[in-house]
């Protein structure tokens, strides 16, 4: 089974001097915006996730404020 989360990305903080950052993501929605922004409001109406990241061009990939899907999928 898979779990989705719509989570908007709200900062990006150098981690150490390697280069690393701390992505952080929470839970957000508009009804203005869209019926699923609701669905997913009522199934995780708060959270935040903190990602530690070391891949430079992951990091490049990054913006402050767009709004990403995170699957989690179980591993056998």
Excluded: H
């Excluded at 530690?52 to 767009?66: E, F, R």
């Amino acid at each position: 089974m898979t779990i989705r989360c719509k989570m908007a990305l709200d900062n990006v903080i150098p981690y150490n001097t390697t280069g690393t950052v701390k992505a952080i993501f929470s839970c957000r929605y508009d009804a203005e915006l869209c019926k699923e922004d609701l669905a997913f409001q009522k199934s995780t109406p708060w959270g935040q996730l903190e990602f530690v990241v070391d891949n430079p061009v992951a990091i490049k990939q990054l913006i402050i404020g767009k709004t990403y899907y995170l699957d989690f999928n179980p591993v056998d």
